[in-house]
């Protein structure tokens, strides 16, 4: 290893598990990586048997996960401390954490060590949607423009719903914290020590989660506002600063117990955190008019335009917010609320095991099975905004199988998936190219087959299986720009990101059927997802079956 | 065992084997049963892997299944043949099969063993949903008093469809079959060794199956309505009689070599058949204003009504027909096209046991789940009466566990089965009693408490286990009359039925959120069901998770 080359860290937080990846600052060649397991809950996360919609994590493993990956790290790849430049962090969002007057969690208070409320609320709890609704109603009232960034409507997953419901069910958490951090505002100040007072906050999280972007001049709406929602809002709105930043911002240098924790200076750079889908589309090496595809659990479709360029407002995005994924550029991020979940969740209870599912569903032609399935399990997101939509299978008979089911659902995603790339060029948003990354992109070429043929365009697959990791290094990268790293994140981006491994074209014998169940999967969508429109449904399972016996 | 007692022998013919049950002719007490699993096929039955809308079976497996059980009852009891004082028979319907000028099935010849167009046409084949539609159209405009009685529609499951198909797509057997016979006529012309033309045709498949019930003076329609359809079909009906029997009717006595082979008198009498659902009406005791439901794989419902009373025409049943079920009475014949299929169906692919579901799906509460489904996995027999539809399930989340799904699956036959009585009753056919019966009812308690709660009715269960047989044996009674057996249907049923062995009764805090979810699984119905029907559906997801949020 040659003592010139410099390094930099990628920390990401993820539902499951934090991922720790060091790479080479120059030819973005992922050095060494460690993950750790959150211990708490299930899987990390933490859930209730008498509420389906609770999803908490308990802070404690945050600490621990940075502090087991990166000792891991260094042990692993041997480096010269003084090689490695700067630290980026990713984390889920909107995942906002209700901490105490020095930004400690209240979580880790002995008081408050078992109630969920005063844990992280995860991006997936969606305890929250009576309060979003009052949101929603009221910014329509007051605040009409605040709505017209983020699709239309204030989501129940949204950090301002999840502070108001804490606010109405448990009063002590709710006073007890100072202020709330997106957990992507935790991680940095966690690992610089600052006060909370000096914590910078940054742009993506506000700005897609927290209504705060070009609609209120780049910081949050106005506390006169909030006041007519709660008064809590109101309070917890006061605690926040007026200037947010983007991940070329440096968060913090390592504070004094880290430092000596990780055997790290003090002098190491912390840059200011995103959420993990806006690193991922970085670290998959996103341009204006390429669509970046995190493809994990859930899916964030990623986009960025010039901050030059005219916007209108694109009615069902979660948000348009300046500097939040590339600094100099609008960030536009849209997505499913479960993908990779409900694979998972479908191959828990087959009796198929899912790589057998997997390659059964290979054999299958599009429209074989005779089934349809809209992949609401967790909700919609985009376009709909909408969590209190469930899934739907559609076209079952007594000899629907289990890999038949499988790839209904990997469609269902897929026609989701085409719904919101029409919603971006309607919108005069161009697409030229996709990028997927994410496990399920890494790992299942079968889905991105069916993507391909769904979408009718090239679906490329970014060349680290790490991108949100990767795109926090790159954002290490830049932080550390004093000590040998990148001037700007895009000059990052083309050392660090390289081009895609592989590429899968449409099948043009599929496109014709795909494009027909897409106009069955659409008229589902809209009878099922838009309060206002009615059609007759009786020919959609005859249409089903007819294309299943064309198909034989 | 007292050496005055009279026996009689019902012979059930199902969809997987034969069952012979040995019955005391006054007391009703079952002696001895045999069963015998047919050979040919998967579970009997034989599948294409190029069509799943085929199913047939092997008319050897029939004579061998009346063999290997009757002899096999005749050593268990141990009576003397003489008591033994006739033989009543039960079989699936619509189950045509093509014979030979001497009534023997074409399957029988070594030619036509293996083509599955030359075996017996099995109820739930369905590949003849277009010569259905051909049928009902011709019906339409020059017969429709034809289809007032079966419906309005005429199904890809009866007779003259599948007639026709075989015509259409295997001329060879089409022209090899000088007649076809239902299941329920042949294995009483087996038994006898009735010549073809002296084969005594059963009103109960002839009306419920093949139009001819009352709209045709109680034969089959005429030859010139089918040969403006088909010339084959207008030849068939030329080989059918115009005079049709009830079970109250002998159809002949043991053929000298079927005498020889059981070790039973030639001078046994064997009963006319019906098909197993309207006997399993009489074994569970059917009367005037009680319906009667076999809930096995799939459901029947059976009513009767007095030749009196002047019925309207019901739209969507499979019937009115004059002594199909008791000789003095209408026969009303409706039905679930799968019901026990659609369970064991899933239990095929979850990973949970089918004993381990039932427990876990008896600890729900109604509305838990969220889920809410179509039970139309084999399409739809009352009161659509259209088999291209298939089963849904809506509500699904990441939560969603095997045995909500399982429950969700009982509900919507239960939901079905709601529509079937309000559909008799909106037409004056009163429901003052329900009897359930078959495998189901005898064994499942959690779906008996499920069907009371929802249709808001005491549910009684039928004393015999296999009122199907008892049934067969109750005409076999009345068969043997002139040997020590009962006058009339009536008479033997107050002998030989008993008394239910059981009541369930409606849980009354289930019963109003059974009827909220009862109004969604009827526009779900009529949605996708009805092919004028125009609704906005958008608040049916959220209605679920309402319901569900309240049931906790």
Redesign the interface.
Known sequence: MSTQATYSLGLDYGTSSVRALLVNTQSGEEIAAASYDYPHGEAGVITSP???NLARQHPADYAAGAKATIKQILKDSQINPDQMIGIGVDATGSTPIPVDENGKPLALHDHFKNNPNAHAWLWKDHTAHAEAAAITAAAEEKRPHLLDKCGGTYSSEWFWSKILHCAKIDPDVSKAAHTWLEQSDYIPAMLTGRGVAEIKRNICAAGHKAMGGVATNNTYPDADFFSTVHPELARIRQSLPNQLHTIADIAGTLSPPWSQLLGLPESTPVAVGAIDAHLGAVGAGIQPNVLVKIIGTSTCDMMTAPLAQKLPDIPGLCGIVPGSILPDAYGLEAGQS?VG??FN?FS?????PHDQLTRDAEKLRPAQS?LLALD???GNRTVLVDQ???????????????AEIYRALIEATAFGAKIIIQRFEDYGVKVTRVINAGGIAAKNPLIMQIYADILNRPIEIARSTQTCALGAAIAGAVAGKARGGHPTINAAIQSMTGNPIKTFHPNPKHVPTYDHLHTLYTRLHN????????????????Q??TLRDQS?
């Open positions: 008498h509420n389906p479960a979940d409900i969740w828990t209870f087959s009796k198929i005779g609401w399990h967790n209190r939509l469930t899934g739907l299978v559609l076209g079952l008979t007594l000899h629907s199988t289990p009878s099922f997802g838009l309060p206002t429109h009615t059609e007759n449904l009786a020919d959609i399972m005859k089903l079956l034989r």
